[in-house]
């Protein structure tokens, strides 16, 4: 069959494209998936001097040990206790944020806010843990308030109890702002002739709010809780590298933590390879079945 007349070969006309995307392609096969060579440490003793070919294979063996230390099961549980307390303050609280927000009727008010709960979203870590550390510390401003009202020092960052809903909520606080952004964006596509037609029947602000606009973004709300569970096992290594100590180790460390302390610290190559390959093999089954039930409940499609 021949091409119609006039019309540019197709391939012809995106090969600029095609050329623009070559760079970004070939550092992601270099430093994505080529650097994958790696996982093949966590079935090795490894030795760094006769690398990746010369290390004997030792099959699952660095899995059972890794599981037999007594500090995997507290590990696990830390990982899985703060990212759902993560997951679950960072869907209530910037739909919560985004409903107040929407009820300012003054522009420049609501600007105002916004911008005032953004700014902590693009603040590192790195800043933010200098910041909570004088905050939070027994001497810092939060201890000296309630040493006014008549309370004791309270260790933030230091009792075992308060560190993971510490993390907990001050990662909430550094984040819904900005992912209030999305429910804003679903309120402004919600038919405003439902609120007046609400208002002719005598609704208030409240019953509006029940029967219009929550289930006017409930969708939302469905997809991004159901994207989330992708996450389960991140639990937010650079904010807790960044704000734990060794006495809150029992309940602050995470995988991450702790697969970079076997790592690094320790130089237990194929024990912190071995943790690493068992959480990204978990988050992946928690990938698929997110977007799974993503295209199931939310008919959200990647592709």
Do not use: C
Not at 209 to 219: A, E, N
Not at 265 to 284: H, I, M
């Amino acid at each position: 069959m021949q091409r119609k007349a006039g019309r540019p070969h197709r391939g012809r006309n995106q090969l600029p494209l095609v050329l623009m995307l070559m760079p970004a392609t070939i550092l992601v096969l270099i430093y994505s998936y080529g650097s994958m060579v790696g996982v093949v440490i966590a079935f090795q003793k490894f030795n760094p001097t006769k690398g990746f070919f010369g290390s004997p294979f030792v099959g699952l063996d660095n899995f059972r040990n890794l599981f037999t230390m007594p500090t995997i099961g507290s590990v696990i549980y830390n990982t899985v206790f703060i990212s759902l307390g993560k997951m679950i303050g960072g869907i209530l609280v910037p739909v919560i944020f985004a409903l107040l927000l929407n009820e300012i009727s003054r522009v420049r008010l609501k600007r105002t806010f916004q911008t005032l709960v953004y700014l902590p979203h693009f603040l590192s870590w790195v800043i933010l843990a200098g910041i909570f550390k004088d905050i939070l510390s027994r001497t810092g401003i939060v201890n000296l308030g309630l040493a006014r009202l008549g309370m004791g020092p309270v260790g933030f960052l230091s009792d075992q109890k308060l560190f993971p809903v510490t993390m907990i909520i001050t990662d909430i606080w550094k984040g819904f702002g900005f992912g209030s952004v999305i429910y804003l964006a679903a309120l402004t596509g919600i038919d405003q002739n439902l609120y007046e037609a609400a208002e002719i029947d005598g609704a208030g602000r409240i019953q509006q709010t029940i029967h219009i606009t929550l289930p006017g973004i409930v969708s939302t709300v469905v997809l991004m809780t159901v994207l989330s569970l992708a996450n389960i096992l991140n639990g937010g290594f650079d904010q807790i590298y960044n704000l734990y100590t060794p006495a809150v180790y029992k309940t602050g460390d995470i995988l991450d933590t702790f697969v970079f302390r076997l790592g690094i610290n320790n130089a237990q190559f194929a024990l912190s390879t071995a943790a690493g390959l068992f959480k990204s093999v978990v988050s992946l089954v928690f990938i698929i079945a997110s977007y799974w039930l993503a295209r199931k409940v939310a008919n959200y499609r990647v592709f």
